[in-house]
């Protein structure tokens, strides 16, 4: 096992991915180091966005990985075996699980789960990357936030014990890291496009002040999204360069 081979856990921190950046400071680390906390106080999302959890009820942790064979330009294969990690949790308990480009899982139109992926990049090489993971497990109130917010226990109307939960995680998303590894990184994408929010769908989208209407057809491992317009046209988009209309 790589993925939960070191597991420290903490009551409090300001932000496991910050936790984790200071313990790559002080020296390398286990490969698979889960730094997992009961609560963040100044807990992150993508481009500085904050996540909303209440103390003990869900998971929240980072993950220290050197995927060192994946280069810089296809990264976001790292954040596509990621992502499938949660999935194959969540679908051990519900159905609708989906990956909502870039860094979200949502059931059905309900955000359950944020991920970080924060990669340090010398060259041509990933020195290491920072997986940072949110899973709403056993909250049931929220702020109202936007998007709505959902978690295990709303969706099954079943309580989780967070240890065994982070155990059986940790499984899951250990099984995708070494496909990442060692194994298909086709089936990876494959897999990803299988379970993308809106795959193939008509929707509104707004990019650059303007709504049109498209379909997104691919994600390249590069991170950039493809949606094909109503005239036929491809637009590619790269991280906030477009939002979905709901």
């Known amino acids: 096992m790589i993925i939960g081979s070191t597991l420290l856990l903490h009551e409090t921190l300001s932000s496991t991915n910050t936790e984790a950046s200071l313990l790559l400071r002080s020296g390398e680390q286990?490969?698979?180091t889960v730094i997992y906390s009961d609560f963040q106080t100044a807990g992150r999302g993508?481009?500085?966005?904050k996540w909303e959890s209440e103390k003990g009820k869900n998971l929240l942790f980072s993950?220290?990985?050197?995927?060192?064979?994946i280069?810089?330009?296809d990264q976001f294969v790292i954040s596509m075996a990621i992502s499938l990690g949660i999935c194959d949790f969540i679908g051990r308990y519900c159905t609708g699980a989906q990956i909502k480009w870039p860094n979200d899982?949502?059931?059905k139109n309900d955000k359950i789960?944020?991920?970080l992926i924060e990669n340090s990049i010398m060259g041509e090489t990933i020195e290491h990357t920072i997986?940072?993971?949110g899973l709403n497990v056993n909250q049931q109130d929220f702020s109202g936030i936007n998007p709505?917010?959902?978690s295990l226990k709303l969706a099954t109307g079943k309580e989780f014990e967070n240890k065994v939960s982070l155990k059986e995680l940790l499984s899951d998303l250990d099984i995708r890291y070494k496909q990442l590894l060692y194994g298909d990184r086709t089936l990876i994408k494959t897999d990803y496009l299988s379970k993308l929010y809106r795959l193939g769908e008509w929707s509104s989208f707004s990019s650059a002040g303007s709504v049109f209407t498209g379909r997104i057809t691919d994600v390249h491992i590069s991170g950039q999204i493809s949606i094909e317009e109503e005239n036929g046209g491809i637009r590619e988009f790269s991280f906030k360069e477009f939002s979905y209309l709901f």
């Open 30 to 32: 286990a490969e698979g």
């Open 46 to 49: 993508q481009t500085g966005n």
């Open 63 to 69: 993950i220290i990985l050197y995927p060192q064979s």
């Open 71 to 73: 280069t810089p330009a």
């Open 105 to 107: 899982i949502y059931v």
């Open 113 to 115: 789960a944020g991920i």
């Open 131 to 133: 997986a940072g993971i």
């Open 148 to 150: 709505r917010p959902v």
